[in-house]
């Protein structure tokens, strides 16, 4: 049918499946409940069958509209001021799809709130039992995977042990023909009782790194022993740089003290290869309602940008020279958050508490911090995540807080494309609004032409959905192989590599699914064991990564339990 201009076009963003349609509520949607986040346990309720198997989607007018996926509370009060203290509670039902960019389709969504506590971006959660086996795996004498051979074995291997036990046990007894090994296993080192982050896990050839509390931990890929000495920060881990440089270094940031009034403005840039410490700075306060209580670290080409409340400090990565400050700029506009990566985005708030309030996103030269091209985005919408840096494809969401859009922009920062799909989509994000963090999403995927999204499934197989940049129209679908859930991982070579689910007694699976062609069936690449099923499926809160043949997946929070060890780390390979 024929769309009005400024509204969505008919069959917004997935149909409730569990409610009749509601009476119109004056605007575009009728009130939806919250809906648990990917990865925790779905209610099941009955759907109306729809396009490729999911529920009907409703039109515009007057209908619910599909509560969102996201797992997290929307963000408060933009990036021009410090947040006030987060919210756990559910937004009020309510209806109402709008386009924030006039005269081309808009798809919205309701944004729910996940059965779940987010804190400083991280997800809060008390790991369940069956995890009484802490050891590191014995080695077998079966091939290994490139980078792993006896010369790359460190000098000093230690015992291999980490934070683990230092007496072994066989994690791989009763693994079945086809089944990946345990190449190691490691705990976590003790946090205290209200909890510690676990941000950051970083592959290189040789080395896997991860922050965990106040230390900073490398094993070798292949056996899990020490590369290099634990480096410990004098107070906790409070930021990290998601990416490693083009020559391996990553910046941690922790905290100035043990008071509730720390700040997070400790800069200790390292090199991944050695673990050795280079350059520290401070991160300055800025102006007033400008601190450094929480900020964010990115890096671009050899930029390093730190994020404070209302502006950015760019630093060189190698040196640690100070390059520029990013500060308020035109009609009140406070850049507080940034995305890095092969470009570096900044989203601004401007004119806050004003009738002309809005976000403006900005694509920076990192050697100077100035501005490549601004896109202003509509009043009433705010930028909460930012998918992809190049192309840039954007998260929003309305200022009530329950419906979302997202948009791909193009190299001149004009919107190329919004997304026009009936799917229920489901990434695991943090939450942006308290650290500042952009690029906190897991579970989605960008290439030159396609975004990569999993579909929310209440049980059973989920879909990964492959949409034209160029349209925001779907492309394909490709099921889960299994009855758990997939989620996209990143893409290589012309393939999509996805990570299926483990489940309480079956392994997860790295499967890679062609992007281009007619056919989009899965092939399976590593399938984990049973036997580590229990531990694989208990990261609650985690990271995941595949590189050369290898399954990496680690906690990014710790809770602090004194009664058991915790899991940081499992690694596995064929």
Known sequence: ??????????????????????????????????????????????????????????????????????????????????????????????????????????????????????????????????????????????????????????????????????????????????????????????????????????????????????????????????????????????????????????????????????????????????????????????????????????????????????????????????????????????PGAFAGGAKLISVASCGAGSSTEHDEVQELDPATGKARWTKSIPKGWTVDHVYSVDPVVLYMTDSDHKHWNISTLKSDGSVRSQVDSKATFAPSCGSSFIDNDLQSCQGVAVDASTLYLPTDATTGANQIVAIDLGTGKEKWRVKSPASESMLPVKVEGGKLLAYVDASYDAGGQIVSVPTTGSSHKTTKLLQMPAGTAQIESSFFSRDIDYVDGRFYISSTRLNGNDDTKEKLMLAYGK
Do not use: H
């Open 1 to 334: 049918m024929t769309q009005p201009p400024e509204q969505p076009p008919s069959g917004g963003y997935g149909a409730p499946p569990n409610q009749p349609p509601q009476p119109p509520s004056g605007g575009f949607g009728a009130p939806v409940p919250p809906q648990p986040g990917y990865g925790y346990p779905q209610q099941q309720q009955p759907q109306q069958p729809g396009p490729y198997g999911y529920p009907q989607q409703p039109g515009p007018y007057g209908q619910p509209q599909q509560p969102g996926p996201y797992g997290q509370q929307p963000p408060y009060g933009g990036y021009g001021y410090p947040p006030p203290a987060p919210q756990f509670t559910p937004p009020p039902p309510g209806g109402g799809s709008r386009n924030p960019f006039k005269g081309r389709p808009a798809l919205v969504i309701a944004a729910a709130v996940a059965g779940l506590l987010v804190v400083g971006g991280t997800v809060w959660a008390v790991t369940s039992g069956g995890d009484d086996k802490k050891p590191v795996a014995e080695q077998s004498g079966s091939p290994s995977p490139s980078g792993s051979s006896a010369a790359d074995d460190p000098a000093n291997p230690g015992d291999g042990s980490g934070d683990g036990r230092s007496d072994p046990e066989n994690l791989n007894e009763g693994r079945k023909s086809g089944e990946a090994k345990v190449l190691w296993y490691k705990e976590a080192p003790d946090a205290p009782g209200s909890g510690a982050d676990a941000p950051g896990m970083w592959i290189t050839g040789k080395t896997a790194v991860k922050a965990a509390y106040k230390e900073l931990v490398a094993y070798n890929v292949g056996n899990g022993n020490p590369t290099w000495p634990t480096v410990t920060f004098p107070q906790k881990i409070c930021a990290v740089t998601p990416v490693k440089s083009d020559d391996g270094k990553i910046v941690v940031a922790y905290e100035s003290g043990v008071s509730d009034n720390a700040k997070c403005n400790q800069l200790q840039q390292l090199d991944l290869s050695t673990g050795a410490k280079g350059w520290t700075a401070v991160v300055p306060d800025g102006d007033l309602f400008d601190s450094a209580l929480s900020i964010g670290l990115s890096v671009t080409g050899r930029t390093l940008m730190v994020g404070r409340s209302e502006s950015g400090i760019a630093y060189d990565i190698d040196s640690g020279k100070k390059l520029y400050e990013k500060k308020k700029y035109g009609a009140a506009c406070f």
